[in-house]
């Protein structure tokens, strides 16, 4: 299902791609890139402490804690992401001129993506702890594709002209409707959308434990997304526009990688809160060795094909192999590391993974501004990744200090020496 999702996801890019000019399309990829922040703040960290708490009450068949930690975390991620969209709307009109006024109304229009999204995230993270981590995927990488792609196909039949506005408002109705039709599909599905109020203790811990998360996505969000926000300051949406293309067909060999995360994060929640550390090391090396090696063989055949991918975005896409080349080998290194950051997510010391990508963060912004000037995309690639990849092999050494467990692809032989 992951694969499948990937697949219409670039599907629709390059819909996107060939349905608009070169400029347009990364100015709307510029917007998009700035309401994942206005998403984090929406999302508080709840997608991430589902998987801690929500395993932990089914456990021990608390089904009164565990309704009540869903619809608090769905109404929080409404509330917050509204509350930001709308601040950074006004901030954006205010002073957002400088930008140019496509990518200000872009912008402005991208920020309607956020409430839906926001909690079409969290309820997703529901069934990703409910050990339903294919069906997860679905809404946000299925569903909403596939009713962008209606939308924009509709538009070129009926002669609309699609620009970063209209494809920002499209993708907008489109998280709605599919955060509407999940939202309606989990309440029916486990009960939550009624109960008793939620004891303020238990609040205060989800808030606290929640808001470390937080902080460490937010840390981890401008890791990703901050090549493409420095890079549409320095540079031209055109510049943009390739730079994203290609970053997009490389970072979607993360794919295994997540997936593998996304089935492995409540079975590791689970073998540690028993003790089974033995298992868990297990589970880790044989999850991080398949992989490496899908990730590795992906790599070589996309280096082969890039010119030839490219191409189907448009020929004025071409340009961006040389940028292509340096995310796959950083792709590479990065799943060397294995699950290490999901790892510390799930364990009693989430702390430790804000503090590593607080700083990877910092100095990713810090080289960004100081080299992307001068060596343009390539360079926003080369640092991008680079940091990526120092950042996770950290939280590898990390992982191995505080709770004993390897995670990298000879774990298994690492553990038994």
């Not at 060939?18 to 709840?46: C, H, I, K, N, Q």
């Not at 009540?68 to 954006?92: K, N, Q």
């Not at 957002?96 to 956020?114: C, E, P, T």
């Not at 940091?387 to 467990?405: F, M």
Request: charged content about 10%.
């Amino acid at each position: 299902m992951q694969v499948a999702g990937a697949g219409l996801g670039m599907a629709v890019q390059v819909l996107l791609a060939r349905a608009m000019s070169l400029g347009e399309f990364g100015a709307y990829s510029y917007a998009v890139s700035w309401v994942g922040f206005v998403v984090l703040v929406g999302r508080g960290g709840f997608d991430k402490s589902a998987v801690r708490f929500l395993p932990q009450y089914d456990a021990v068949g608390d089904s009164i804690a565990s309704a009540a930690f869903r619809r608090f975390s769905v109404r929080f991620s409404l509330v917050a992401s509204t509350l930001a969209a709308g601040v950074t709307a006004l901030g954006v009109l205010l002073v957002g001129s400088q930008l140019g006024a496509s990518r200000q109304h872009a912008l402005v229009a991208a920020l309607l993506i956020a409430p839906p999204l926001a909690a079409l995230q969290v309820e997703s993270s529901h069934l990703r702890a409910a050990r339903q981590a294919a069906l997860s995927v679905v809404p946000e990488s299925v569903a909403q594709p596939i009713l962008l792609a209606l939308f924009v196909g509709a538009a070129a039949v009926a002669g609309l002209r699609v620009n970063a506005v209209t494809a920002a408002l499209y993708t907008a109705l489109a998280c709605a409707l599919v955060a509407v039709a999940l939202h309606v599909f989990v309440g029916r599905r486990v009960g939550t959308t009624a109960g008793p109020r939620e004891d303020p203790a238990l609040r205060r811990l989800w808030l606290t434990a929640s808001g470390h998360l937080a902080l460490g996505g937010a840390a981890a969000l401008v890791l990703v997304q901050a090549d493409v926000i420095v890079l549409g300051i320095v540079s031209t949406p055109e510049a943009v526009a390739r730079y994203v293309v290609a970053a997009k067909l490389g970072v979607a060999l993360n794919l295994l990688p997540s997936a593998v995360g996304l089935i492995l994060a409540p079975t590791l929640t689970h073998l540690l809160a028993r003790g089974e550390r033995a298992e868990a090391q297990r589970v880790l090396t044989t999850s991080t060795r398949v992989a490496l090696l899908g990730v590795a063989l992906l790599a070589a055949a996309l280096a082969v094909s890039g010119h030839l991918v490219l191409s189907l975005f448009g020929n004025e896409y071409r340009g961006g192999y040389d940028i292509l080349l340096i995310i796959l080998a950083a792709q590479v290194l990065f799943a060397a590391a294995g699950p290490s950051e999901i790892v510390l997510a799930v364990s009693e010391r989430p702390g430790s993974l804000t503090a590593i990508f607080a700083g990877s963060a910092a100095a990713n912004v810090l080289l960004l501004f100081l080299l992307v000037p001068r060596y343009g995309p390539e360079g926003a690639a080369a640092i991008a990744g680079g940091v990526r990849v120092v950042e996770t092999h950290l939280a590898r050494i990390k992982v191995r200090r505080l709770l004993g467990l390897a995670t990298g692809p000879f774990g298994a032989q690492l553990r038994s020496e």
